[in-house]
């Protein structure tokens, strides 16, 4: 995969006397490297989509339970539409539609949302629930499972709510030394979606020094996209002064590419969710700056930063590109459905 120029937006300012070449002689270069693949993934457009066909469809209000994706504009630009943002199934009222977000959901979530006379539609990303499956089968095989991820994150908490007793959450290759298992020839490890590849391998290392037999995932659970962002990021690291990631600070996927853009060798990355949070002193001394995005970021946030940095010298861009993606997942099959009258009849039952 290669690298690409593309057209600039403004054209470049000049000297007062004109002359655009005679500033290049006193100015030092600037220039933008753009991550490509970065942005929005296939099962965050596949679950911000069902929120906005929901809303379509079945008309305001409709639930969503905990941020349907990790970003503010998207959970702000959905409010706006008619969503409403809930932490727990409890919060819906009766006889309404609940969204469950792309991170995932435990099974004891759909009952809450049964007893609760809830209509559902699940927006749990396919790559998670092959996650979610993958737990439940080594649990059936009674293996205890070593789930690599991060304490508290929703992902984590529904993947280990498939077979609470069999899983147990590994936080880090610090955390491998805590571990404990009824048999250590019959332990699997699988992870969460959105980790640092490098330091999952660290951890595996690590609990493979503890349990030489220990099982791996059948194919990775961390995804194609998570995987794609940080190869991207790896590559203009090395070359970039400061990597600009926009995401949310809850996103996952995002704060991991702000630590493999200095593990890369940036001198200086910084997470942003909007352009205004720039600080113009993080340019000083700058020639090259990259710029790339978390899985759950609209890539018009991505625009706002290009524009900053453009209005400020920065207008030639460059894209790297770490790998083409052109995988898409059909919307969740309950958007067929008449939920309104599920919902009604639930209440009347
Ligand atoms: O915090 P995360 O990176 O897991 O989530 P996000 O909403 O920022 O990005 C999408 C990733 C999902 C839904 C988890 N696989
Ligand atoms: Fe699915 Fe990966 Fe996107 Fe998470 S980051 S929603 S697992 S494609």
Redo the contacts with the bound molecule.
């Keep these: 995969m290669g690298r690409m120029t593309a057209t600039p937006g403004p054209q470049p300012a000049t000297t007062p006397s004109g002359d655009a070449s005679r500033r290049c002689d006193t100015q030092p270069t600037r220039k933008v490297l753009l991550a490509a693949p970065r942005g929005y993934?296939?099962?965050?457009d596949r679950?911000v989509i069902a929120v906005e066909k929901a809303l379509e469809q079945y008309g305001a209000p409709v639930y969503v339970r905990h941020e349907i994706v990790h970003n503010k504009y998207v959970v702000k630009t959905l409010e706006k539409k008619g969503a409403i943002f809930v932490e727990e199934t409890e919060e819906v009222p009766e006889g309404n539609i609940v969204i469950f977000s792309?991170h995932g959901v435990a099974p004891v979530v759909h009952e809450e949302a049964k007893r609760g006379k809830l209509a559902t539609i699940d927006a749990t990303?396919?790559?998670?629930t092959k996650v979610h499956k993958e737990a439940v089968r080594f649990a059936g095989d009674d293996y205890d499972i070593l789930l690599i991820g991060h304490e508290g994150h929703e992902e984590v908490i529904g993947t280990s709510g498939e077979a609470p007793e069999h899983i147990t959450l590994v936080d880090g290759p610090a955390d491998v030394a805590n571990v404990e298992v009824r048999d250590p020839d019959k332990v699997v490890w699988l992870s969460q979606?959105?980790l640092s590849v490098d330091e999952t391998m660290e951890t595996v290392d690590a609990l493979k020094g503890r349990f030489p037999n220990l099982l791996s995932p059948p194919s990775d659970d961390i995804?194609?996209?998570?995987q794609n962002r940080q190869t991207a990021v790896k590559q203009m690291g090395a070359e970039a002064d400061l990597v600009i990631v926009v995401g949310s600070k809850n996103s996952s996927?995002s704060v991991r590419l702000v630590e493999v853009a200095l593990g890369a060798g940036a001198r200086d990355s910084h997470l942003v969710d909007y352009a205004e949070e720039i600080d113009e002193a993080w340019l000083e001394g700058v020639s090259t700056v990259g710029v790339t995005s978390g899985?759950s970021v609209p890539e018009i946030l991505v625009h706002g930063v290009l524009d900053w940095l453009a209005a400020r010298g920065y207008e030639d861009v460059e894209t790297i590109t770490a790998a083409e993606e052109s995988i898409a997942f059909s919307l969740p099959k309950e958007l067929r459905r008449d939920l309104r009258a599920e919902a009604k009849a639930a209440t009347e039952g």
């Design positions: 993934c296939a099962g965050v679950a792309a990303c396919p790559l998670v979606t959105t995804c194609y996209a998570t996927n899985a």
